[in-house]
């Protein structure tokens, strides 16, 4: 059902505005955040699954395709950080009046759901990070999978060409195998304006996190993939050790950064594993 709230935002509806939508009806509510590039439709092969448990919420981040009122498209001034997307989930969160909220973020969202139980903690029992990293580029002590040239080249790509980036970036974070969940995240590329596309990248791709997962000291899973080109395989032992809080890490088998969308039997049976149901 699409979400109906009395609360609203200078009169808009946020709630509204990102395309909320609540399914199921358990005690617990769920909210689920897509990464970049991406929109809740990537989410369609497990929430029937978690709406059999929890409250599920889904929404659409600003910069999406399929945001269409104006009044909430990605502005790339106020999105220049992961601190207006932490805003934007505190506020819908706030809007539908839910507390104490298991948070499921994949990508980049795990990382925007760690900044907003920092904002808020009162919002958030438990956080679900999903092939997420705090920092994409190396340093001396830390492997964040690329070089600075590596990023300088995506963007490059991306701004020079945009439909033929958005035709073959799915190929490297996909799974090939799947050719349909290929064709999926390749359409919700494609939908992403070019001009949203250039800024958010360059917000994405050159975050740096770290220091904020020390401030996170509630129960923590970090799940990957046993083979993920964006990020590499010493991320998630990284941010079990920064974490204060009670954090698993679990590895899911299958390749590539979608495990929602090419291995959703096997993401459901370790998120039902670790969560108890």
């Not at 009169?11 to 505005?17: A, D, K």
């Not at 539908?96 to 808020?120: D, W």
């Not at 904020?212 to 395989?233: F, G, H, M, R, Y």
């Amino acid at each position: 059902m699409v979400v109906n709230s009395n609360n609203n935002n200078n009169g808009l509806l946020l709630s509204r505005g990102l395309n909320a939508k609540i399914m199921g009806s358990g005690k617990e509510a769920m909210v689920l955040g897509h990464g970049f590039g991406g929109n809740q439709s990537l989410w369609d092969k497990i929430v029937p699954k978690l709406s059999e448990v929890y409250r599920v919420v889904v929404f659409d981040w600003s910069f999406a395709g399929s945001i269409k009122d104006p009044n909430f498209m990605f502005d790339p001034k106020k999105y220049a950080s992961y601190s207006a997307f932490a805003d934007d989930l505190i506020a819908l969160i706030d809007e539908l009046g839910l507390t104490s909220t298991i948070f499921l973020g994949h990508s980049m969202s795990g990382l925007i759901g760690c900044l907003a139980y920092t904002k808020r903690p009162d919002l958030f029992q438990t956080l679900i990070l999903l092939c997420s990293s705090p920092r994409y580029i190396n340093t001396e002590d830390y492997e964040g999978g690329f070089n600075k040239s590596d990023i300088d080249q995506i963007i490059a790509n991306i701004e020079s060409n945009y439909e033929n980036w958005s035709t073959n970036f799915p190929c490297l974070v996909v799974d090939e195998s799947d050719p349909q969940s290929l064709s999926r995240f390749q359409k919700c590329l494609k939908e992403m304006r070019p001009e949203v596309a250039t800024p958010l990248a360059r917000t994405v791709f050159s975050v740096d996190e770290r220091e904020i997962l020390e401030k996170v000291d509630i129960p923590c899973i970090i799940l990957q993939t046993k083979n993920d080109i964006v990020v590499p395989a010493s991320v998630p032992t990284f941010m079990q050790k920064k974490i204060k809080g009670s954090c698993t890490v679990r590895v899911i088998n299958t390749n590539g950064h979608f495990p929602h969308l090419t291995a959703h039997h096997e993401l459901l049976q370790v998120l039902g594993e670790v969560l108890g149901f």
